[in-house]
């Protein structure tokens, strides 16, 4: 019976999750290349685009905060944080970063500061969203079940 409500559990986080617009068929896409040979696939994935999108963003406030600030620099590290950011389907991420890439080409430094503080945000609630649904997988693994697949719709 626990198996079976972790399970519920995880289709009420996912779909939060994938509701609200954090992740789109990316993550999904994911999932399914996950197997018995390589069970933290996902997770490992995730972990990486973390780490990248923290260094990223570093580099993003940095440059932003020099006194002339190379705006084209500024869209390289934008163009790379959303590619890593579609990637793993971390929708919302993708978006903010598509704003940001306008800033950018605008000019607009207060565009892009406010991107900035957007796009940490947004960083930080999917990465909590998917650490709560990491921790569920691992949950239903110990208490000896199988950790639901999304489909693809």
Do not use: W
């Amino acid at each position: 019976m626990e198996v079976s409500r972790l399970q519920r559990r995880f289709f009420k986080i996912f779909g939060g999750v994938d509701g609200k617009g954090f992740l789109d068929a990316q993550f999904t896409e994911l999932q399914h290349l996950q197997d018995e040979n390589n069970p933290n696939f996902v997770s490992e994935v995730v972990s990486l685009f973390f780490e990248d999108s923290e260094r990223l963003l570093n580099e993003l406030s940095r440059t932003l905060d020099q006194q002339i600030v190379d705006f084209r620099k500024v869209d390289a590290h934008v163009h790379q944080l959303k590619g890593s950011s579609a990637s793993i389907g971390a929708q919302r991420v993708k978006n903010v970063c598509l704003a940001f890439r306008s800033c950018c080409d605008e000019n607009n430094l207060e565009g892009c500061l406010g991107c900035l503080q957007q796009v940490r945000q947004e960083c930080y609630l999917v990465k909590n969203k998917l650490d709560a649904l990491f921790r569920l997988e691992q949950q239903i693994l110990a208490a000896g079940g199988a950790v639901p697949i999304m489909s693809k719709d």
